[in-house]
């Protein structure tokens, strides 16, 4: 059974740090680019970052730049996100996912004080 797992979310004050990690299970990570996604309240969900299946090529989303990292372990299946100096308005539901069919369930982070 094709599977991705978020884990790390929570609450946050703003300026602080937090990793969130992703497991895949049911099929190898390496093969596929992956991104991690968010979804704020009343809001379409949007792509934060994406990494290649090698790992080489990453991207991000103009308001995460220089404040998060996107990176991945194909020899543990996991792909992580560093965010760093976290904002209020990143708080949302953040989802990896290879789009369009395998998705996790998401982890809810907020950042407030």
């Known amino acids: 059974q094709v599977q991705l797992q978020e884990s790390g979310g929570g609450l946050v004050q703003p300026g602080g740090s937090q990793i969130l990690s992703c497991a895949a299970a049911g099929f190898d990570l390496e093969d596929y680019a992956i991104g991690w996604f968010r979804q704020a309240p009343g809001k379409e969900r949007e792509v934060v970052s994406c990494?290649?299946?090698?790992?080489?090529?990453?991207s991000y989303v103009d308001s995460v730049k220089g404040r998060f990292t996107i990176s991945r372990d194909n020899a543990k299946n996991t792909v992580n996100l560093q965010m760093n100096n976290l904002k209020p308005e990143d708080t949302a539901v953040y989802y990896c996912?290879?789009?369009?069919?395998?998705w996790g369930q998401g982890t809810q982070v907020t950042v407030s004080s």
């Open positions: 990494i290649s299946s090698s790992g080489g090529s990453r």
């Open positions: 996912g290879v789009p369009p069919s395998h």
